[in-house]
């Protein structure tokens, strides 16, 4: 990154770096260059390492929130490549690092193979696939305190088709989160701008105490992505019919 200081000495200026078209590659691929190159959040991570620019995303959500408190039990579902793990891990203190606070417990999910991270153990599965949530209530061992998913469909370019599918994966991902979490628990969940709305919304605002939609500022302004925040889970289904 080169940077230069002003005449006046009041601050520096971040030179913007350019990426040139080269032979054989897409104007897509050089405009998704270009933007990786110079977005602040990619560059933070890096130095920060945390792996990916989507670690910014949880931070923000936490900052905003208050979500993860030293000693909780975290599920972070689509986990890969492992930014949200490493923000949980030092949030709720799964390593035990700092000893005069609780230490928690961080479990990431994800189809793709996520490097290993210190009080993080990751589990490689198809969190979609029939018994996938019995597979990680096994290996959760107890209810959890937080349930957050980040997971995304791989885009098909068709909107109808690719809103349907982060639907399915929002309704998965809570419907685990019902079953789940302790009372007082905390869902957090990618969703599209206006595609969570309805039956699923209404649901979550039965079963939680405030149901929120949040953008934060690291999520790229030309996404339509944003977040449910669901806090205060009033208990398991069967709890409150009874």
Not at 72 to 94: F, I, K, T
Not at 124 to 134: C, H, K, N, P, V
Not at 169 to 190: D, M, W
Request: aromatic residues 6%; proline residues 3%; hydrophobic residues 40%.
């Amino acid at each position: 990154m080169s940077e230069k200081k002003g005449d006046s000495g009041r601050g520096q200026r971040h030179l913007r770096t350019r990426v040139k078209t080269a032979r054989g590659r897409k104007m897509s691929s050089t405009l998704w260059l270009d933007r990786q190159l110079n977005d602040p959040y990619v560059k933070r991570a890096v130095a920060e390492n945390m792996r990916a620019r989507a670690a910014y995303k949880l931070i923000e959500i936490d900052d905003k929130f208050k979500l993860l408190k030293p000693g909780m039990r975290v599920v972070d579902l689509g986990s890969a490549p492992g930014g949200w793990s490493l923000v949980a891990v030092d949030r709720v203190n799964a390593t035990g690092a700092r000893r005069n606070q609780k230490q928690g417990f961080v479990l990431g999910i994800d189809l793709q193979e996520v490097a290993a991270i210190e009080g993080a153990p990751q589990i490689q599965l198809d969190f979609m696939e029939d018994g996938a949530d019995d597979t990680v209530k096994q290996a959760l061992g107890g209810a959890a305190d937080a349930v957050l998913s980040d997971m995304a469909a791989k885009a098909t370019g068709h909107k109808a088709t690719d809103h349907m599918r982060i639907v399915a994966l929002v309704e998965t991902a809570a419907l685990f989160a019902r079953e789940t979490l302790s009372p007082g628990g905390i869902f957090v969940a990618k969703v599209l701008q206006g595609g969570a709305d309805g039956e699923l919304v209404t649901g979550l605002k039965r079963d939680f105490a405030t149901v929120r939609h949040f953008k934060p500022p690291a999520s790229r302004s030309d996404s339509s992505e944003m977040y449910l925040v669901a806090t205060g889970f009033r208990g398991k289904s069967e709890d409150l019919s009874g």
